[in-house]
Structures are given as structure tokens and as C-alpha cells.
């Protein structure tokens, strides 16, 4: 499973940090967790398909919302109102699970999730969903890029909302298994180090998706080997590199 998510939020960390939205990630995970949460207030068992959509739903709701306010992006910047919706949704969650009997165990999975409680059954519908959000990203690649870039396009608000709900289709999927933390740091750090080194958006891809491969291997042995909880060792170990590494190479590019 870790190898699935590395593989689809490699690409999207890279559309991202071009775009320099940094927190959507959060943002829309947050969303889509508290669709979670209302699903579950609404007796609808957790990890279900009604769950699924539900938490789907909500978040696409917040794409269409990124993407229409796009249109006045040099008058309110974008990481305003993506941190506005993260800070709505996260309180919101709050008074949602504060309803229900096991309201701290449903917010501890959601932070860290339970990728290592996944089935295969869980891995071959994953695989499938991120395969046919991959294949239309390659179809519509240039017009996709063309938003990402911010190039003239005369279609670009509904370019930038096929970006937003195919993310936001990844991202229901995702924090539901790896958690909100874990699926930040698939998204950011083997995106963020491979542009250190590239400028090439094929050998970024390769190089994050390695990057992350190695990562990915280091936390689950580290969890497995000191028997602490593999999201959050996963988390720890992923962010750990750039925080540690990047000031070197930085400083040794300068």
C-alpha cells in the first residue's frame, strides 16, 4: 500500500509545489475526514461505501470551491483560503466526533490511519482508483499542466477543478487507510527533494518515486523492528529527511 500512495502523490506533491499550494493536501484530507465523521453520525459503518461517499462528496465540494476561487487569486491568495478550510473542517470534526461515543480513537485514525491493517482487498481497490485517476491525468496532461502552470487557457477554472477532484478522489481514498499526516508527507517530501535535484518533471517523478520507495522500507523496518506505530514512524522518518538535509543542499547549491 505504501508503494501504491508513493506512487500517485509523488506526482501530485509535484503538480502542488508548482502551483504552491502547499497545504491543500491538508486541507482536502481534512475535508474528507470529516465526511468520515459524519457518515459515521449517520450510522454509516466506517470503511463502507457509503462512508466513501460521503467523505468523497464533501471533498469534491471543497475542489469546486479551490478552484472557482482560483479566479481571484491576486486578491486573496489561495493558501489563505485553503488554510481557512482547514481550520473550519478541522473544528468541525471536532464537534462532530465530540457526538459519539469513541470520538478519540476515530480522531487518532484519522491523524495516523491504519496502513498496517490494510487487506489486499483494500490494496486492489486503491490500485485500481489511482490507475484511472493516473490514466486521465496522462490523457489531459498538457491541459492539466497548462492550469498547473497558470498558463493562458480559456478553460482553465474547469482544468483547475479536474485537478482539485481528481486530487480530492486520491485523497478520499488515502486518509481513510495512511491518515492526514502520512498522506502529507507521501505528497511533499519525495516531491520536494527530487526538485532539488532536477528540473525535468520525468526525472523528478522517478527520483521521488525512489525516494519514497526508500523511505517507505526504512519506516515499516523501524516499526517492525522497535514495535511503534508504523503511521506515525512512517511520518517521522519521511519528514525527518528534508528537515535534516535540505539546508545542505541548499547551502552547498548557493
Avoid at 476515530?106 to 482487498?121: C, D, N, Q, R
Amino acid at each position: 500500500m505504501c508503494l501504491i500512495l508513493v506512487g500517485i502523490h509523488c506526482y501530485l506533491g509535484l503538480h502542488v509545489l508548482r502551483r504552491g499550494v502547499i497545504f491543500v493536501d491538508l486541507s482536502l484530507a481534512q475535508v474528507a475526514s470529516l465526511g468520515s465523521s459524519v457518515a459515521i453520525l449517520f450510522h454509516l459503518e466506517h470503511h463502507t461505501a457509503g462512508s466513501y461517499f460521503m467523505s468523497l462528496a464533501f471533498t469534491l465540494l471543497a475542489a469546486l470551491y479551490f478552484a472557482w476561487a482560483k479566479k481571484f487569486e491576486k486578491r486573496i491568495s489561495q493558501e489563505v483560503l485553503i488554510a481557512l478550510v482547514y481550520a473550519f473542517s478541522s473544528s468541525l470534526v471536532i464537534l462532530v466526533v465530540n457526538m459519539m461515543a469513541h470520538g478519540s480513537e476515530h480522531i487518532k485514525e484519522i491523524l495516523i490511519g491504519k496502513i498496517l491493517w490494510v487487506s489486499w482487498a483494500d490494496v486492489t481497490m486503491t490500485a485500481i482508483i489511482y490507475s484511472l485517476v493516473a490514466l486521465i491525468h496522462y490523457v489531459f496532461r498538457k491541459q492539466i499542466m497548462k492550469a498547473t502552470h497558470n498558463k493562458s487557457n480559456e478553460n482553465n477554472v474547469w482544468w483547475d477543478f479536474v485537478f482539485y477532484a481528481l486530487f480530492g478522489v486520491v485523497i478520499t481514498s488515502s486518509v481513510g487507510m495512511a491518515g492526514i499526516l502520512l498522506v502529507f508527507s507521501f505528497l511533499v517530501v519525495p516531491a520536494l527533494i527530487s526538485m532539488q535535484f532536477s528540473n525535468k518533471l520525468s526525472t523528478q517523478l522517478f527520483l521521488g518515486w525512489g525516494i519514497g520507495i526508500i523511505l517507505s522500507l526504512v519506516g515499516m523496518v523501524l516499526s517492525y523492528k522497535l514495535d511503534l506505530p508504523a503511521g506515525a514512524i512512517l511520518v517521522v522518518v519521511f519528514t525527518s529527511i528534508p528537515l535534516i538535509f535540505l539546508p545542505v543542499i541548499m547551502r552547498s547549491k548557493s
